[in-house]
């Protein structure tokens, strides 16, 4: 895969970039160039992004090296290669991900950004009361109530198929990436949510029927071509509530509340291998990532509250 069909990849791998974890404008061109560096590496030496080996990342890896370019540049490209390749792992574009087994220069990886309980309690008010109309705050509360009960991603909450919903079920049926389905429990505010917005979003629909428009199977319906609520109106959406709540915008973006639920059932004792399962990982060292992320706050606490912690002691918890 080179040349246009490459740069669908990449195309694609920005776009959710940009709606699931908020990048920034500078990161994408960042990703872009890095990733395309890649793909330009890859044509010219015959090598096709859809069937890369690690042995071909290896040899690009060389190749950086060769150029003289500095470790942080180098950790920096394989990092845009390994999410891409994640990436294109789970939306089922590669049965396996050839980077995964792959080690940068020496760079830290950064624990995932997360909400503590008031911060989730604030967004999940702010939606109740934020919207033009009472239909709009219907579905605002029922998208965050959604979201925060079973961590789903962007992608499968506002592409929720109506049937879904249907019959007040206490589990709900997600189709997530690659087309594996997995069940998460609702919880009653959850559910409570997701009534409310079924009654009003059926009323508009039989409304919108009697006019001759057509029935839309989505849950969260939306004129646009996709006819669902887009990930990016989502990720506006949510830095609007997050303003409403008082909650710094920069921390909250759709992939932070999918942290929060982990990271808050973990918290409370949830057992590893459940939340790996709620998430939809294929892999549970991907879902240990949490216990780094709890591990971190704890010590926080510990040394923003302690008695004993004097003041040269909570000026470093990470070197304990």
Not at 209 to 215: D, H, I, N, S
Not at 217 to 241: P, V
């Amino acid at each position: 895969m080179t040349g246009a069909a490459g740069e669908t990849w990449i195309a694609a791998f920005l776009e959710a970039q940009a709606a699931e974890l908020g990048a920034t404008r500078n990161t994408l061109l960042a990703y872009g160039r890095d990733l395309r560096d890649f793909a330009g590496w890859a044509g010219h030496n015959g090598v096709n992004l859809a069937d890369a080996a690690q042995e071909d990342i290896e040899s690009y890896l060389i190749h950086c090296d060769a150029q003289g370019l500095a470790k942080s540049t180098r950790a920096r490209r394989l990092s845009a290669i390994r999410q891409l390749y994640r990436f294109a792992f789970e939306e089922g574009f590669r049965t396996d991900n050839p980077a995964i087994r792959m080690k940068g220069p020496g760079r830290e990886k950064r624990l995932p950004g997360t909400l503590d309980v008031p911060e989730v309690d604030r967004l999940l008010r702010a939606a109740r009361s934020h919207g033009r109309s009472a239909d709009d705050r219907l579905r605002n509360t029922c998208l965050m109530e959604l979201l925060y009960a079973t961590g789903m991603r962007v992608s499968e909450l506002v592409s929720l198929p109506v049937q879904a919903a249907r019959g007040d079920p206490r589990m709900l049926l997600i189709r997530g990436k690659g087309g594996k389905e997995r069940m998460v429990p609702l919880s009653p505010p959850a559910r409570a949510a997701l009534r409310a917005w079924l009654a009003a979003r059926d009323a508009a629909a039989d409304r919108a029927r009697a006019k001759g428009a057509p029935a839309s199977g989505f849950l969260f319906a939306s004129r646009g071509a996709a006819g669902h609520l887009t990930r990016h109106r989502f990720y506006l959406l949510i830095k609007e509530l997050a303003v409403a709540a008082g909650v710094s915008s920069a921390k909250v973006t759709p992939h932070t509340l999918r942290h929060a639920f982990a990271t808050h059932l973990l918290a409370n004792g949830a057992d590893l291998r459940v939340i790996q399962t709620l998430l939809g990982h294929a892999d549970v060292s991907t879902t240990e990532i949490y216990t780094h992320v709890l591990d971190a706050r704890l010590s926080e606490l510990v040394f923003e509250h302690h008695p004993l912690a004097g003041p040269a002691d909570k000026t470093s918890p990470g070197e304990a």
